[in-house]
């Protein structure tokens, strides 16, 4: 069975940093494109980042030059977030692409709360 289980998320003040972290388990053979979405009360959820396993990065407009995405080889990935605003409040999910013995699906996690504000 293969889990997704986030960290990191929390209370912070505007202009404030946070970085979330997502690892994956279970019986993986391989992962491919890993991602955050988020979903703010009342919205629908949004992508904010994805990274392909080349390292290749894409991100929703209103985080460029704020947030960074990065993974590493022990099947997490990660989200620096720099510069918070408060309407970068909302819950946060991470997702990704994985090859197990029933094939290839998307999995997600169970999501971790950011709150800005003062």
């Known amino acids: 069975q293969v889990q997704l289980v986030e960290s990191g998320g929390g209370l912070v003040q505007p202009g404030g940093s946070l970085r979330l972290s997502c690892a994956a388990s279970?019986?993986?053979?391989?992962?491919?494109?890993m991602g955050w979405h988020r979903q703010a009360p009342g919205k629908q959820r949004e992508l904010v980042a994805t990274i392909t396993t080349s390292g290749r990065t894409n991100y929703v407009d209103s985080v460029k030059d704020r947030f960074t995405i990065s993974r590493d080889n022990a099947k997490s990935v990660y989200l620096q977030m720099n510069s918070l605003k408060p309407e970068d409040t909302a819950v946060y999910y991470c997702?990704?692409?994985?090859?197990?013995?029933?094939?290839?699906?998307?999995?997600w996690g169970q999501g971790t709360q950011v709150t800005v504000s003062s």
């Open positions: 997702n990704a692409q994985i090859n197990t013995s029933v094939g290839i699906k998307t999995y």
């Open positions: 279970g019986s993986i053979f391989s992962l491919y494109k």
